[in-house]
Structure formats: structure tokens, C-alpha cells
């Protein structure tokens, strides 16, 4: 690039020296700003970095079946925020890992999943800690709520616990087996 003065010379910083450092100069923009869109790119994209719009308390539920115990760490949803988002939105959920619903009194609502991205199951508990039923729930996604099925409850319960799918069926875990939460904290 020539620079040239109002009197028609050269500006004095119109070297090669100068012009390379220019270049030079460009090139660097240009390599960080591909760089920093890599970055946010890369960002957006990874699931594992997902992190909630609200807090939950966590902890871990231990399953007791007829055969073995099984232990999960779980979000705990107590309050109807909480209820509400569950595990919508999420990308993924870890394989050892769950929502746990916890209710003040008896509930017979049904579940959904509308903008929940993964399958899931819901087993739904008794007052005294016992499985009632366990649903296998699919994902929806759609733009309106009424459009996503209900799955309900085969009877009255105090909590309910949301793993992945096929979770509860691989490990043989059923109606009649028992469910016990340990809170940790906040997170």
C-alpha cells in the first residue's frame, strides 16, 4: 500500500518495512479472529458443558431391587420451577445419573417431555419408597406443548425418578423394589 501526501510524496512511514508489518498485521486479525470463532463454535457444540438455567439440590438414590442395589447421582427437583424444566433442554444424561422429583403430598400428574431431547424412563414412588410403575417416555421436541403424549402414573405418588432409557430394565429394577434419597447439597 503507497501512502502519499497531499503534496504528492511519500509519507514517511511508507516503507517496506512498514507495508510487511501491515501485512503481517492483517494476517494476525485474521488468524485470531478465525481462532476466536473456533472457540465459541467449539463451545456451543460440546454437550458436556451444558449447565442449567436454574440450580437443583444434588444426591445420590439408591435403588434396592430382589437381586443387587444400584446407585445414582441425581438432580433433586422440589419446587415447581424446578418441576417444570426437569430434564428438558439437556443435550444428554450421563449413564450413572437421573432427576429425582420429590413432592410435598401425593400426586397423580402425568410426565412429559416436551423439549426433552433424549429418552427417557420415569419410575413414579410410593409414599413408603416403592416403585409403583415405571413408563418409558420419548423425546419431543415439537414447538407446541399439546402436540408431545402424557404419560400418567398407575397410581398416586410422592417422588418420581427420571433415568435414561432402558436404565431401569437393564438392571432388572421394577414395581415392589424400593427407592431411598440422600441430599448432598447444592449445586
Same mark, same amino acid.
Given at each position: 500500500?503507497?501512502?502519499?501526501?497531499?503534496? =504528492?510524496?511519500?509519507?514517511?512511514? +511508507?516503507?517496506?518495512?512498514?507495508?510487511?508489518?501491515?501485512?503481517?498485521?492483517?494476517?494476525? *486479525? *485474521?488468524?485470531?479472529?478465525?481462532?476466536?470463532?473456533?472457540?465459541?463454535?467449539?463451545?456451543?457444540?460440546? +454437550?458436556?458443558?451444558?449447565?442449567?438455567?436454574?440450580?437443583?439440590?444434588? =444426591?445420590?438414590?439408591?435403588?434396592?431391587?430382589?437381586? +443387587?442395589?444400584?446407585?445414582?447421582?441425581?438432580?433433586?427437583?422440589?419446587?415447581?420451577?424446578?418441576?417444570?424444566?426437569?430434564?428438558?433442554? *439437556?443435550?444428554?444424561?450421563? %449413564?450413572?445419573?437421573?432427576?429425582?422429583?420429590?413432592?410435598?403430598?401425593?400426586?397423580?400428574?402425568?410426565?412429559?417431555?416436551?423439549?426433552?431431547?433424549?429418552?427417557?424412563?420415569?419410575?413414579?414412588?410410593?409414599?413408603?419408597?416403592?416403585?409403583?410403575?415405571?413408563?418409558?417416555?420419548?423425546?419431543?421436541?415439537?414447538?407446541? %406443548?399439546?402436540?408431545?403424549?402424557?404419560? %400418567?402414573?398407575?397410581?398416586?405418588?410422592?417422588?418420581?425418578?427420571?433415568?435414561?432409557?432402558?436404565?431401569?430394565?437393564?438392571?432388572?429394577?421394577? %414395581?415392589?423394589?424400593?427407592?431411598?434419597?440422600?441430599?448432598?447439597?447444592?449445586?
Amino acid at each position: 500500500m503507497v501512502v502519499t501526501m497531499r503534496d =504528492g510524496g511519500r509519507h514517511p512511514l +511508507d516503507t517496506p518495512r512498514a507495508s510487511a508489518f501491515r501485512a503481517g498485521w492483517r494476517a494476525w *486479525r *485474521r488468524l485470531v479472529a478465525t481462532a476466536v470463532l473456533a472457540c465459541v463454535a467449539t463451545v456451543a457444540c460440546e +454437550d458436556e458443558h451444558w449447565t442449567s438455567p436454574i440450580a437443583f439440590e444434588t =444426591g445420590s438414590v439408591w435403588i434396592y431391587s430382589r437381586a +443387587d442395589s444400584f446407585l445414582l447421582d441425581v438432580d433433586i427437583a422440589s419446587e415447581p420451577e424446578q418441576w417444570s424444566l426437569g430434564l428438558s433442554l *439437556r443435550p444428554e444424561l450421563s %449413564p450413572e445419573s437421573g432427576m429425582f422429583f420429590a413432592f410435598s403430598d401425593i400426586q397423580v400428574r402425568s410426565f412429559w417431555m416436551w423439549r426433552t431431547h433424549m429418552a427417557l424412563d420415569v419410575a413414579f414412588v410410593s409414599d413408603n419408597g416403592s416403585i409403583l410403575g415405571i413408563q418409558a417416555m420419548s423425546p419431543c421436541i415439537d414447538e407446541r %406443548p399439546v402436540s408431545c403424549p402424557r404419560y %400418567p402414573p398407575p397410581a398416586g405418588y410422592l417422588s418420581a425418578l427420571e433415568v435414561n432409557a432402558g436404565w431401569f430394565d437393564h438392571r432388572g429394577i421394577g %414395581p415392589g423394589d424400593s427407592v431411598r434419597l440422600v441430599v448432598h447439597g447444592d449445586r
